[in-house]
């Protein structure tokens, strides 16, 4: 006879019977309901593709059918790559499509009710998908200060998804970048809560445009936050950075509808997150009524065992997971028997069943959500469109956007291309390093090799370059050759300019830990030999973190490329010849003395600006044109409000120089005094013009309440605004300082106070 889930109410008794307990929609009790036990509580978990393919790229037809009758609800991961035609390269849409269908086909064969959804790291781009197209990174998107770019983007990667016949993208990046050594800060959108927060919103909205495919923002919370700058290592942050910094961008993802959301696998303040009560449960459903599924990370109910060491064994573990408030376990060790592992708690402690349901109802709500209970095949529609020349295009875009141009001394860039350039450096020929992990692989490549798709920048400047001459010097093992570099100083000295694309190999998370921030010894030697023959050295950073350097005093320019994606060469190169104007911004914080590695923007070292520099070498917000936009005639609408007014804010700008270009302008909030420490300064506003030689526009922002309070850190009064009467002052562009001085003479400062 054909158990239905309503026997967990009373499974702590015998196993059995019909009583109704816990609190769920009708519609979701009637799939439950004809549901075997099993096959509900296989809804908790989801495997990794391995448990049932052969070599990566057959199904094991003996595990699928296994795992189907077990009721397994959820998949993740991509299939593994294969020779086609010579090169290494994942499983196209279609052939994705083909392995996800049999699974589904399967599974539904077994039980009509239970479909699976298939998760995958879709985050820059279908990044698994063989014939996708790559964006770039994250961190290269909030660079370009255009929301649109987000949204498009994911949109785009989801659809690529869905074609895939994926319907659970592990994406946007949540987290707020607090340390640049962190190995995974390329992932976010940078160290402003309010950048990444717009950055996410956008996200998730362009995920989830389609109903077909869930967004699940990560990683729930202060994964990012760790002082130490290393991988899954502890984060100590205070309550009130926590709900006024960290927490910020989730609640917009929740904001605009996103539908799962996946928990860190870090602790915080020494409580593993997937036990964390306090924040899954207290503050994400009692306090902000997220009502999504809630996915762990990567084996993370197995970590607290072998890991963090807060649990005795995997049961302990699981049950005070599902009681924290998760609801799907990512990756469970498929030879145990989990699914007894829950039978066996719920009968030794009856007050679990009401957890194990909550948590099933979550899973087969997202399901219903997503259409998977009506049409489990839907998307097909979608394959036609995967790895389209119009998402190439828009990637280049992005790219060309979001390159910073740190430093231009003497008019040095943009080149001419008829003149003699030098290209050179582990950087120079290798889409890998572009595009940084994550992409087609999870540490990603250092070469073309898996790229059958790509603009490197050497592709680019053979294209558009007269009198080119080239020559890696420097390899990507980074080892320093003097043959190599002696070659290399031969053709250097009869080039007009010599430009050095130099950057870290690809990687994530712990393989890509580091514990400094100086550039390899190889690349800083490389670089002086280059200084020591070239007539004019242009550095490009090929990276995805700030990595400083010895002395920068001989380089005429440098751009900040970040990781720009495969395509990305062809951006680099346009601007490089003067063919775009760069406007890009920088969203971490770029020091040259790693000692300041973990100041941000909003936290200086010296807040007097009396013993240190107040800001590093580039700011945040830093990032030099081909033309000169001037501000003028900052105007405020009023000058006292209340604490529920608005506040609008005008500033003229006029491009004054010799090209048409972009502009972000950013506007900032200086408090004078609270009764947490303020932040030096908050950006709570920004856009993107473009204006055309000698012409001048007037930008006009909003402020609400948002933007002069702050979130009540304490537990019983959790997350209510609070306002606290004050002088303010707004400060519009990234380098304009008002609270400690030059306020009186300063133009782009304004004073107003709340009351």
């Known amino acids: 006879m054909r158990r239905t889930l309503r026997s967990l109410c009373v499974l702590g008794a015998v196993l059995a019977g019909y009583l109704n307990c816990g609190h769920t929609s009708s519609d979701v009790d009637d799939i439950l309901n004809g549901l075997t036990l099993d096959e509900a509580l296989g809804q908790l978990f989801q495997l990794e593709t391995p448990s049932v393919m052969m070599n990566g790229q057959v199904l094991n037809q003996t595990s699928l059918a296994r795992f189907a009758k077990l009721g397994i609800g959820s998949y993740l991961n991509g299939f593994g790559t294969f020779d086609k035609n010579g090169s290494q390269e994942n499983l196209n849409a279609s052939e994705f499509r083909a392995i996800i269908d049999e699974i589904m086909r399967v599974g539904l064969g077994n039980q009509p009710l239970n479909p699976i959804v298939y998760g995958i790291d879709s985050v820059h781009g279908a990044n698994y998908i063989g014939g996708a197209t790559i964006f770039p990174q994250q961190i290269n998107i909030a660079a370009t200060f255009d929301v649109k770019y987000a949204y498009e983007s994911n949109r785009m990667a989801s659809d690529d998804t869905a074609g895939a016949g994926a319907k659970l993208i592990f994406a946007p990046v949540a987290d707020v970048a607090s340390n640049v050594r962190f190995p995974r800060v390329q992932e976010t959108y940078g160290e402003s809560a309010f950048l990444v927060s717009r950055m996410v919103a956008e996200s998730v909205k362009g995920i989830q445009k389609s109903n077909l495919v869930a967004a699940c923002p990560k990683h729930f919370l202060g994964y990012q936050s760790t002082q130490s700058g290393y991988d899954k290592t502890n984060a100590d942050v ?168 740190l430093r231009n001394t003497n008019d040095t860039l943009p080149l001419n291309k008829t003149s003699k350039i030098f290209l050179s450096g582990n950087a120079f020929d290798s889409a890998g390093q572009q595009s940084g992990g994550w992409s087609h692989v999870w540490q990603g490549s250092n070469g073309n090799e898996i790229f059958s798709k790509r603009i490197t920048i050497l592709d680019a400047m053979k294209k558009y370059a007269d009198k080119l001459t080239y020559t890696v010097g420097l390899n990507i093992s980074e080892e320093y050759n003097e043959d190599e570099v002696s070659k290399a100083q031969g053709l250097a000295k009869d080039a007009d300019v010599c430009v050095v694309a130099l950057g870290e190999r690809s990687g994530t998370e712990k393989p890509f830990d580091i514990d400094d921030l100086a550039m390899p010894m190889s690349q800083q030697k490389y670089l002086d030999a280059m200084k020591m023959v070239c007539k004019k050295v242009v550095l490009v950073l090929v990276q995805a973190r700030p990595r400083t350097f010895n002395d920068s005093s001989e380089i005429g320019a440098i751009l900040n490329t970040a990781l720009v994606g495969p395509f990305g060469g062809q951006a680099i190169v346009e601007v490089l010849l003067g063919m775009y104007n760069p406007n890009g911004r920088q969203v971490l914080s770029y020091s040259m003395r790693d000692g300041q590695s973990i100041v941000r923007h909003d936290t200086q070292v010296d807040t007097l600006c009396n013993y240190s520099p107040c800001i590093a070498e580039y700011p945040f917000g830093h990032g030099l044109s081909y033309t000169n936009f001037t501000y003028s005639n900052l105007k405020l609408d009023a000058r006292n409000i209340s604490c529920t007014g608005t506040l609008t804010i005008s500033v003229d700008v006029t491009n004054n120089g010799p090209m048409d270009g972009k502009e972000a302008v950013l506007v900032f909030l200086q408090q004078k005094v609270r009764t947490y420490v303020p932040e030096v300064k908050n950006l709570v506003e920004f856009t993107k013009i473009f204006l055309r030689v000698g012409e001048k526009t007037t930008v006009t922002f909003i402020l609400k309440q948002e933007a002069w309070t702050y979130l009540s850190p304490d537990i019983e009064d959790m997350l209510r605004p609070v306002c606290e009467p004050s002088e303010f002052f707004v400060a519009v562009k990234y380098n304009t300082l008002c609270r400690f001085k030059g306020e009186e003479t300063n133009e782009m400062c304004a004073k107003f106070d709340v009351v």
């Open 238 to 405: 205070s309550m009130f950075h926590l709900v006024n910094n960290v927490l910020k961008p989730f609640i917009a993802a929740f904001d605009v509808g996103a539908l799962s959301m996946m928990e860190s696998y870090s602790s915080l303040n020494a409580i593993p997150m997937v036990e964390n009560k306090l924040w899954l449960h207290t503050v994400l459903r009692d306090v902000l009524k997220f009502e999504g599924m809630v996915l762990t990370d990567y084996k993370e109910v197995q970590s607290a065992v072998d890991f963090h060491f807060t649990s005795k064994n995997y049961s302990s573990a699981l049950k005070r997971a599902i009681m924290a408030g998760i609801d799907m376990s990512m990756v469970v060790n498929y030879d145990d028997d989990w699914i007894g592992i829950v039978k066996q708690l719920m009968q030794e402690d009856p007050s679990f069943v009401p957890y194990v349901k909550t948590a099933i109802s979550r899973v087969i709500r997202m399901k219903k959500k997503l259409g998977l209970y009506t049409d489990p095949y839907s998307g097909k529609e979608l394959l036609a469109k995967v790895g389209s020349q119009e998402s190439i295009d828009f990637a280049i875009q992005i790219a060309r956007d979001s390159i910073v141009l």
